[in-house]
């Protein structure tokens, strides 16, 4: 492996810092600066968890900087086209989408996916129900708000994942 899960994340925390900069140019965002700041130490606050020691640069570090970039461009592209053409036709094409890529993916597993156990589909259906309410309630964020406020509040996502298996474990 290239790089630890924690650091891994870091980088992952600087996007909605890359998703205001875009927003700003590519939708005309603005804020008060008190809403930027918020922005700043929600990232700061990432990074902070992130990184326990010392800031490591590795081999890791221009591929996760490219996913940062591309992952900001998708926020932007998806806020304007919500925008564009509304939360219904960008659901169901992300939604068509994703299940013509998942099934072309899922070909070399096809093996696999017979030894599942039965009692493991449930499990396994019932976690694709919450991603699919998952991204129609981001969907319907961006439709209601700024994606750099959006992309910001989405950025807390691990928490609520530690918070979960916390709960769950």
């Given at each position: 492996?290239?790089?630890?899960?924690?650091?891994?994340i870091a980088f992952?925390s600087?996007?909605?810092?890359?998703?205001a900069v875009?927003a700003y140019?590519?939708?005309?965002?603005t804020?008060?600066p008190?809403?930027?700041?918020?922005?700043?130490l929600?990232v700061?606050?990432?990074?902070m968890?992130?990184?326990k020691k010392?800031l490591m640069?590795t081999?890791?570090?221009?591929?996760?900087?490219?996913?940062?970039?591309?992952?900001?461009v998708?926020f932007?592209?998806?806020?304007?086209?919500?925008d564009?053409?509304?939360i219904a036709?960008?659901?169901?094409?992300?939604?068509?989408?994703?299940?013509?890529?998942?099934s072309?993916?899922?070909?070399?597993?096809?093996?696999?996916l017979?030894?599942?156990r039965?009692?493991?589909?449930p499990?396994v259906l019932t976690?694709?129900?919450f991603?699919v309410?998952?991204?129609l309630?981001?969907?319907?964020?961006?439709a209601l708000?700024?994606?750099?406020?959006?992309?910001t509040?989405?950025?807390?996502?691990?928490?609520?994942?530690l918070l979960y298996?916390?709960i769950?474990?």
């Open positions: 492996h290239l790089e630890e899960a924690s650091r891994v992952y600087i996007i909605p810092l890359f998703v875009l140019f590519f939708l005309g965002e804020f008060g008190e809403k930027y700041i918020g922005i700043i929600v700061l606050g990432s990074l968890i992130s990184f010392k640069v081999k890791a570090v221009p591929f996760l900087l490219v996913f940062v970039a591309l992952y900001s998708y932007i592209g998806l806020k304007y086209s919500v564009a053409r509304g036709s960008i659901f169901a094409s992300a939604s068509i989408g994703g299940f013509l890529g998942g072309l993916l899922l070909i070399p597993y096809r093996t696999v017979h030894k599942l039965p009692k493991a589909i499990l976690s694709q129900l991603g309410a998952g991204f309630s981001l969907v319907y964020a961006i708000g700024p994606i750099s406020l959006i992309s509040l989405e950025n807390l996502q691990p928490v609520f994942v298996a916390t769950l474990t």
